[in-house]
């Protein structure tokens, strides 16, 4: 069970943080909602909850709820660029199907 | 599929709830786009990683536009066609415009605002100020894959009302939704994040390409004010480039140049320029058409020699705008350097001596602007952290109200209060009967109408009869973020309701709002006096009213010495009421009062009399029985 960042994403989470000056580290998850079924969550992590499976990927600690963590388990999230548009994508062999732009998807 | 940013803890954005908001920088010389992405703001540049769009819009004849540096590099081949600096035309007459037989621009005048020929036919300055912003748009909607649910447009403090409104004119033809028009050297001031320091006064020294621009700001509660503003509409970095030039003339000794000559020493100049901005020496080597080669070099010392005027000619207008806001350099708390012409370092050296403290130079001074905006943008459209949801920014300049009966002003919503506010109070009939309601929007500090500046009159009609005090009538003033006033009346009961929308600062200049405030403090205890006075002839009034209605309908339980008692205490008080003396008024009242006491109390047993009258003790019982059955129900 490992959910891992790409170096890539590592880098710029971290960035992120020195930029945004506290914070521990990053939460993932998921919860039920939009169009297929179920969305991630991507924030910035200031507090651990007692029963938060913690990683490391890269010096980054990486935070997940115990009932989202099937969902992502095997998961690499990685930082990519799209043209002008850049950001954070989930590559996750959980997903069944996704929605059309993949921002809610089905396992 | 879609990429993500992160979110602020608890604050991930639903599938499709992304709210993508931008920040703009409109400048004169060059325009930016920026946004905040994962909790940080950035500017967004374009394909070839360009983050500055130049201004400039050049039209073609089959009515298209290229817009950014590919206008700028044709410019000076189709000067007519090529729209450089619109933004001192926008808002503007014809006749507001100096110089402009020095532009090579084919003017129109047009009522409110001119109008520029181009090949592409008639052109207002709101519609290419539109070519910049939806350029900007299109790259923002690029840059984060999606439509924006607003925009946050920066405008320079001293804008006025038309400036402003053909500012967002632009942005509705751009498509693009304004989610508020924001000062620039507040969007300064927030992109230092000087909104979260302590409350104190601020500078932001502008000195962008062609325009200087000096603000100072007071921040209190977290809200920017405006004190004073100052600059010089020519003066800026372009300036600093001719006397470069000038001194290259002169120390290679040349002839007269061509056209590509000068436009390319000209180039030199500038370069040297942003050189000497990290080096002491800057090697100036060029080749001229006739094959002449220049081979100079320019050092620091030379460089701040020939354009100390022009840093001095900044100083002026500091100095000035320090004085009209009351204030000595010793109060400013902060100074905040914007524009790229701030990077040089003889004017670093010049603010820092002047306000004799290290200016906010550590951010880019061409992004600032806009990564202020994006910032604010951010916080309007939710995206921001929990905590400080709201960043308010502007105040409501002067009180606004509502004329009650004798002249007076009921303030609804005072000054300095934040905006956007909404605020609501009751009022209610002065007559019996009375089916409509005059609502007079005021505007201003002093207690009586007559004092103040009228905004609006309207009429709430339709309300149904009833005694006088009975109608409750709810009247809501809203004033939205960019200052616009809605006011509603409604009548609680049958739910008559009439609204009318005013713009409370048109046409109000600082120096007006400040003598209308200056008046108010003059006359805080005239006003007073007068409002007590005012209130107690509204109250004589009232009780007229009262009393003579009460005796047309139950004038037959008085004896007709009774009567003759009444009605003196009713004319006494009516010769008083019309006086300006509170004192004989406040007397009368009670005379009257005291006179009448009786009548009231046998007007009771009357009415009591007449509600029971032809029932039987069994009837009321029952009725008594199912109000309350009604009341557990």
């Not at chain 2, 109250?539 to 009393?547: F, T």
Request: proline share 4%.
């Amino acid at each position: 069970m490992a959910v891992t960042l790409s170096e890539r994403a590592a880098s710029h989470v971290a960035n992120y943080m020195v930029k945004r000056g506290k914070g521990i580290g990053l939460r993932l998850g998921v919860r039920t909602s939009g169009c297929s079924g179920m969305a991630y969550k991507l924030e910035f992590a200031d507090v651990a909850h007692p029963d938060d499976i913690q990683f490391e990927s890269y010096g980054v600690r990486v935070l997940i709820d115990p009932k989202s963590l099937p969902y992502l388990d095997g998961t690499e999230l990685d930082y990519a660029r799209e043209g002008l548009n850049e950001g954070f994508r989930f590559n996750n062999p959980n997903v069944k199907d996704a929605c059309g732009c993949g921002e809610s998807f089905n396992v | 599929m879609a990429l993500l940013q992160i979110a602020e803890p608890g604050e991930s954005a639903a599938p499709h709830q992304h709210r993508l908001a931008v920040g703009i920088d409109l400048g004169t010389t060059n325009s930016l786009v920026a946004t905040v992405r994962s909790g940080l703001a950035v500017v967004l540049s374009d394909e070839l990683g360009r983050p500055l769009l130049p201004s400039v819009v050049r039209y073609l004849p089959d009515g298209s536009s290229e817009v950014g540096y590919e206008a700028q590099a044709r410019q000076s081949l189709d000067p007519r066609n090529s729209i450089v600096s619109v933004k001192r035309f926008m808002g503007r007459g014809l006749q507001d415009i100096a110089h402009r037989e020095g532009m090579p621009y084919v003017f129109d005048d047009a009522p409110g605002m001119l109008r520029l020929q181009t090949a592409a036919g008639r052109k207002s300055p709101v519609e290419v100020s539109a070519e910049i912003l939806r350029t900007l748009r299109l790259r923002a909607e690029a840059s984060l894959g999606g439509p924006l649910v607003g925009a946050v447009i920066t405008v320079p403090a001293y804008f006025d009302d038309a400036q402003r409104q053909a500012t967002k004119d632009a942005a509705r033809i751009a498509g693009l939704p304004v989610l508020r028009l924001l000062n620039e050297p507040t969007a300064a001031a927030i992109a230092y994040g000087l909104d979260n320091a302590s409350e104190s006064i601020y500078a932001v020294y502008d000195l962008g390409g062609g325009t200087f621009d000096i603000s100072i700001l007071r921040l209190a509660r977290g809200i920017f004010e405006v004190l004073a503003t100052g600059g010089d509409s020519a003066l800026g970095g372009d300036d600093f480039d001719h006397r470069i030039f000038c001194w290259m003339l002169e120390a290679a000794q040349l002839k007269p140049l061509s056209v590509e000559d000068s436009r390319m020493l000209l180039t030199r100049a500038r370069e040297a320029k942003e050189y000497l901005t990290f080096h002491g020496v800057a090697p100036i080597n060029a080749r001229l058409n006739s094959g002449e080669a220049v081979d100079l070099t320019l050092t620091t010392e030379i460089f701040a020699e020939i354009s100390q005027t022009l840093v001095a000619k900044t100083i002026q207008p500091v100095k000035k705008a320090l004085r009209d806001a009351g204030l000595s350099v010793a109060d400013v708390k902060g100074v905040v350097m914007v524009g790229g012409a701030t990077r040089m370092p003889q004017v670093q050296h010049a603010v820092g001596e002047f306000f004799r403290q290290e200016p906010l130079n550590n951010l880019d001074p061409d992004k600032v602007v806009a990564i202020g905006a994006a910032k604010q943008a951010n916080l309007l459209v939710g995206n921001g952290l929990a905590g400080d949801d709201w960043l308010l920014l502007d105040v409501i300049p002067l009180s606004l109200g509502l004329e009650t009966m004798g002249g007076l002003v009921e303030k609804i919503i005072p000054r300095n209060a934040t905006i956007p506010t909404a605020r609501a109070q009751e009022f209610t009939t002065f007559r019996d009967g009375q089916t409509a309601l005059a609502v007079h929007v005021v505007q201003g500090e002093r207690e009586l109408v007559s004092d103040c500046r009228s905004l609006a009159r309207f009429e709430l009609r339709g309300i149904p009869p009833m005694v006088a005090g009975a109608a409750r009538i709810r009247v809501t003033f809203q004033v939205d973020a960019d200052g616009l006033l809605a006011v509603t009346a409604r009548e609680q009961t049958a739910g008559v309701e009439a609204s009318i929308v005013v713009k409370p600062s048109y046409g109000l200049s600082d120096g007006e709002i400040a003598g209308m405030l200056r008046d108010s403090m003059l006359h805080v205890r005239d006003d007073a006096l007068q409002r007590a006075l005012k209130e107690s002839q509204v109250d004589a009034q009232r009780l007229i009213e009262a009393v003579s209605s009460a005796l047309a309908t139950d004038g037959d339980l008085l004896s007709g010495e009774e009567l003759a008692r009444v009605e003196h205490g009713i004319v006494k008080l009516q010769g008083a009421a019309s006086g300006e003396n509170r004192r004989q008024i406040m007397l009368a009242m009670d005379d009257l009062e005291a006179e009448t006491k009786d009548f009231a109390a046998r007007r009771m047993d009357k009415s009591i009399r007449r509600a029971f009258a032809g029932r039987n003790i069994s009837e009321l019982d029952s009725e008594v029985l199912a109000t309350r059955a009604g009341e557990t129900a």
